[in-house]
């Protein structure tokens, strides 16, 4: 790498730690395209990257954020319970299941999430029901302080099962197709559990280290993680998920959901591709 | 243990493992800016190896080798998840919460067994 592309990965890492630690995500979708076509990295080392950046913007965000009571760290051990399971269980399926079919269902998937998060543009904070006698027994219910509201906001964990099976289903996915954990935690926390946005990204973000770490000792095995290019991807993503957690605090529900909508979207275009052969 | 010392004790364990991944991932990485990826800091034989080879590390780590440092900040950084789920099950027994050890030492031994059995 010449000292400009070094500069140039680092810029777009900054971005993506920038963004995904709002988000909830890793920041694989803006760092494997920004790779392969702005620098020509080959598809293996730029996907090892990839997973390099998922545990950055997780540890680098999640440091924060469990300081400040932003992750709900019993909802983020239960439901890891689920996705580890699950991403066990894509790994063992990769090898019988041809992906083509479920990359289009993913896709389509995603893209009507995305209608439904602009549904939901309007809602600042989920309302306000009395916890379920589920979330009570398993403690899924909290509160985090909002600074953007400036006041401590309740929540309970509605739908605790579906939102489980979900959970195990982007782990399955994660595991089979190495992409989409991020969103799909998101939209599970969000959209089925209906925690507030700013909790469903910020315990997201707590989980995607575990679930990119569980898959990360391949990736070494194979000789995917090369440091030449995750040295400049580790440092730039670190730096823009340490900014991205300070901002979350200052930002509303409705921001990071606008963060997030993008990012659905073009994951949602991106598996779509992917699965009619064309795209990365 | 309270829930806020709980918080800080998982906070700290990644607040350390990030500082200690990027410190070694950043002067690995500016050495190598420096001498080259295949260069040594100690002066001995340049490396042959290919940078995305992780073998061998405690002697390329004692030549000092750009690449080699930066493949350890990498482990550290890839070894803070598990860290943090490992400081979890003991923040959780000391909590005396049940349930949630159970949960999160699970979450524990199905994430050991993908890394080391599964590839």
Redesign the interface.
């Known amino acids: 790498m010449t000292?400009q592309a070094?500069l140039g990965i680092f810029a777009i890492s900054v971005a993506a730690g920038l963004i995904g630690a709002l988000a909830g995500v890793g920041g694989g979708i803006l760092v494997i395209p920004a790779l392969t076509f702005g620098f020509g990295v080959d598809i293996h080392?730029a996907v090892g990257a990839s997973i390099?950046s998922i545990?950055?913007t997780?540890?680098?965000a999640?440091?924060?954020y469990?300081?400040d009571?932003m992750t709900d760290?019993?909802v983020g051990?239960?439901l890891?319970?689920a996705t580890?399971?699950g991403?066990?269980c894509g790994?063992?399926l990769a090898a019988v299941v041809a992906p083509v079919f479920l990359f289009v269902l993913l896709g389509v998937v995603l893209l009507g999430s995305a209608a439904m998060q602009v549904a939901r543009m309007g809602e600042e904070t989920p309302p306000a029901d009395p916890p379920s006698a589920l979330a009570r027994r398993?403690?899924l219910e909290s509160s985090y302080p909002d600074r953007h509201l400036g006041r401590e906001v309740p929540y309970s964990a509605r739908r605790i099962p579906l939102g489980f099976v979900l959970m195990w289903i982007a782990g399955v996915v994660s595991g089979l197709l190495g992409i989409g954990s991020g969103v799909l935690k998101v939209l599970a926390m969000d959209g089925v559990m209906r925690l507030p946005m700013k909790v469903s990204s910020a315990t997201s973000n707590f989980m995607i280290?575990?679930t990119?770490?569980?898959?990360?000792?391949?990736y070494?095995?194979r000789?995917?993680?090369?440091?030449?290019i995750?040295?400049?991807v580790?440092?730039g993503v670190?730096a823009g998920a340490l900014a991205g957690s300070r901002l979350l605090h200052h930002v509303s529900n409705r921001t990071v959901r606008l963060v997030f909508l993008p990012v659905l979207v073009a994951v949602g275009l991106e598996t779509i591709g992917r699965g009619l052969g064309f795209g990365l | 243990m309270t829930p806020e010392r709980f918080r800080a004790v998982v906070s700290a364990v990644l607040v350390i493992g990030v500082g200690i991944s990027a410190a070694l991932i950043g002067i690995g990485f500016v050495a190598a800016l420096a001498i080259g990826w295949q260069g040594s800091l100690a002066g001995t034989a340049p490396a042959t190896a290919a940078t995305t080879d992780f073998s061998n590390l405690p002697a390329r780590l004692a030549a000092l080798e750009p690449a080699a440092i930066v493949q350890l900040g990498l482990l550290a950084l890839l070894a803070t998840p598990v860290a943090r789920v490992a400081a979890s099950v003991v923040g959780f027994t000391l909590e005396h919460d049940r349930l949630y050890t159970a949960i999160t030492l699970a979450v524990l031994l199905i994430l050991l067994t993908s890394i080391f059995v599964l590839r």
């Open positions: 000292p070094d080392l390099v545990i950055a997780s540890s680098g999640a440091a924060a469990v300081r009571r760290m019993r051990m239960f890891e319970l580890t399971t991403a066990v790994a063992l398993l403690r280290g575990v990119a770490a569980a898959s990360a000792g391949i070494l095995a000789g995917d993680v090369d440091p030449q995750a040295a400049p580790a440092l670190l």
